[in-house]
């Protein structure tokens, strides 16, 4: 799974993943990941593929097997309508048409709608992360905002309204500013602040009674061609950026680095301690380092694109916002 990539198209954004618990979302973008390029013709998983690729053992968030998990998911992606209305028409669709599960064989066989296959075919304009990074997001709001903001990551910025924040959330009615604090936004604070350096969210107040009419989320914009396969000193990067956050105070620091790293909480008692004895706490090994070896000066330099295929490439015009031609979703 290391080297997984998910990438899609923008649209897809736009869409609330109503209900979904986490594994839910990750066996989801886990077939995401498969299905990028396949046109529309089946393809066939088997269980154990979906599971390592989901991470399923570890981090299930109920107790179903995969089978009823599998068949929730499916139910569920049915809800995710893309639609397009103009001139008192109405036009709804869904990603996957196709999706047979079967117990017995132990595979599931899904294909992708032909009137929808921009989103995973020939792709304008995309949004692209590592797959193991969305995966061990523990709150299903980190995994939503984690998607959305890499929509813009080579941005650094992204301003929600707080009617478009409610409903990409999938967040209850019930839920006051408050709430959304405790509930949403420190769970998000806390799981993204390792990957996403300097990250800063404010609430945008309106001039009367101090109500919260939307939230900005800003973090150092990323290089385009940031590699998104697993790199050696990922941890110790994403420990940092975490101590260096000044969003987040001492506890919830330490929170963060115990997610990340999948300790249990009250673990990490002291941000002092180097990053690398931290990793050993949670059981990370390292290879023993190897004797350096001197350079001839003609030799090639290693440049970060040589390790991506041609399909996970940034290309200029995806660095853009996206393209408003074809339909209302792809403003996000």
């Known amino acids: 799974m290391a080297n997984e990539i998910v990438k899609y198209g923008n649209q897809l954004n736009a869409v609330p993943f109503r209900n979904f618990k986490a594994n839910e979302m990750n066996l989801f973008f886990s077939i995401v990941s498969r299905m990028r390029d396949k046109g529309t013709k089946k393809v066939t998983f088997t269980f154990n593929e979906l599971k390592k690729l989901s991470n399923f053992n570890r981090n299930g968030d109920d107790k179903s097997s995969f089978y009823e998990v599998s068949k929730n998911t499916y139910t569920k992606m049915l809800s995710l309508n893309m639609f397009h209305e103009e001139e008192g028409e109405f036009r709804a669709w869904v990603l996957f048409t196709g999706f047979a599960i079967s117990q017995k064989d132990k595979v599931i066989t899904i294909s992708v709608n032909p009137e929808l296959q921009p989103v995973l075919n020939n792709i304008a304009s995309w949004t692209r992360f590592g797959l193991e990074d969305f995966v061990n997001l523990r709150s299903s709001y980190s995994k939503t905002m984690f998607r959305l903001l890499k929509q813009y990551r080579t941005i650094g910025k992204r301003y929600f309204t707080m009617t478009e924040f409610r409903y990409l959330l999938d967040i209850p009615k019930s839920y006051r500013a408050s709430s959304i604090d405790d509930r949403v936004l420190k769970p998000i604070k806390e799981e993204l602040a390792p990957i996403f350096a300097g990250l800063k969210v404010r609430k945008k107040h309106s001039g009367q009674g101090r109500k919260v009419v939307g939230y900005s989320f800003t973090w150092k914009r990323e290089n385009p061609n940031k590699n998104d396969f697993k790199q050696l000193f990922d941890q110790q990067i994403k420990i940092d950026n975490v101590k260096n956050n000044p969003e987040l105070n ?44 001197k350079k001839r000066r003609d030799a090639k330099k290693h440049h970060v694109l040589e390790t991506l295929p041609d399909w996970a490439k940034d290309k200029s015009e995806n660095v853009k916002k996206t393209d408003k031609n074809i339909m209302p979703w792809d403003r996000y």
Not at 265 to 281: E, F, Q, R, S, W
């Open 250 to 293: 001492s506890s919830e620091k330490k929170h963060a680095i115990d997610k990340l790293l999948k300790l249990p909480l009250g673990t990490i008692k002291d941000l002092n301690v180097p990053a690398l004895k931290m990793l050993k706490m949670a059981g990370v090994e390292f290879e023993k380092s190897k004797p350096k070896v």
